[in-house]
């Protein structure tokens, strides 16, 4: 009996890479570096996948927002996609195609989990600026949505 291990190519594993989901050139580079693909076999794979429209850093960019935009900020959905490859000029034009604004994704976030939040007690003040920050909202839109909020339910 044969034990020999089969060989598949680097453009065959990447296509079993990204069968489950969409992947940046940058995540499928760093996996068939880390199955031991050569440079030279993992540059003519990445071509390929792009010749046959399989990686596509826009529209990934535009997916990825899409699904993540009513739960995280910008400035955290950009660090993401930069740490996935995604150019920063691919990232603000797709950023531009949601006009779904900060502040209303805050609201949004504040009716559904801080109703009964007493904000008038600042250490929960904090907490909640705090939650934002670490989703990645700007400072001004927390600020703005917080004081929206607040004055429209009479939570002081």
Avoid: C
């Avoid at 976030?109 to 700007?138: C, M, N, P, Q």
């Amino acid at each position: 009996m044969n034990n020999s291990k089969v060989r598949y190519s680097a453009f065959d594993t990447a296509l079993y890479y990204i069968t489950f989901k969409d992947r940046t050139k940058k995540e499928i580079s760093t996996k068939l570096k880390e199955k031991g693909y050569s440079d030279l076999d993992i540059e003519e794979a990445i071509l390929k996948l792009k010749e046959y429209g399989y990686i596509n850093e826009e529209n990934y960019a535009f997916s990825y927002i899409k699904s993540n935009i009513t739960k995280k900020g910008s400035k955290l959905i950009s660090m993401e996609l930069m740490n996935k490859g995604v150019s920063n000029e691919i990232i603000r034009e797709q950023l531009l195609e949601f006009e779904e604004r900060e502040e209303d994704v805050i609201g949004n976030i504040l009716e559904s989990r801080y109703a009964e939040t007493d904000f008038s007690d600042e250490r929960a003040l904090r907490r909640v600026y705090s939650y934002f920050a670490r989703k990645g909202f700007r400072y001004d839109s927390i600020s703005n949505a917080l004081s929206f909020y607040r004055k429209n339910t009479k939570k002081y």
